[in-house]
């Protein structure tokens, strides 16, 4: 069984950083793709970034580029997302998912694994 966690939301101002983390227990054999999507309140939920666990290739949202960082920690089989120059509309639920592939893909519904998620709020 996998599961994903996700740690490090909080409270900041505009300008502000925060790192969120995606910790993965359990095994996923082969590689697969690890995305961040957050939600705001009554919008759909978005594709941030994803990484390729085997390659490390990153994909971001244009809302993001420039501002956010994926990485991983193959031993802490966690991925990290820095977030640096929040933004108010950057306020949302994010969560942590994993698809069993090596592609990318920015649609929720081809991930076969999600977290939590952990709410992220940037006051102005």
């Known amino acids: 069984q996998v599961q994903l966690v996700e740690s490090g939301g909080g409270l900041v101002q505009a300008g502000d950083s925060l790192r969120l983390s995606c910790l993965r227990a359990?095994?996923?054999?082969?590689?697969?793709?690890t995305a961040w999507f957050r939600q705001a309140p009554g919008k759909d939920r978005d594709f941030v970034a994803g990484?390729?666990?085997?390659?490390?290739?990153?994909y971001y949202a244009d809302s993001v580029k420039g501002r956010f960082t994926l990485s991983r920690e193959n031993a802490k089989k966690t991925v990290y997302l820095q977030m640096n120059s929040l933004k108010p509309e950057d306020t949302a639920v994010y969560y942590c998912?994993?698809?069993?592939?090596?592609?990318?893909?920015?649609?929720?519904?081809?991930?076969?694994?999600w977290g939590q998620g952990t709410q992220v709020t940037v006051s102005s």
């Open positions: 998912a994993a698809r069993l592939s090596s592609n990318t893909s920015p649609h929720a519904y081809e991930y076969d694994y």
């Open positions: 359990g095994r996923i054999f082969g590689n697969y793709f």
């Open positions: 990484i390729s666990w085997t390659s490390g290739t990153t």
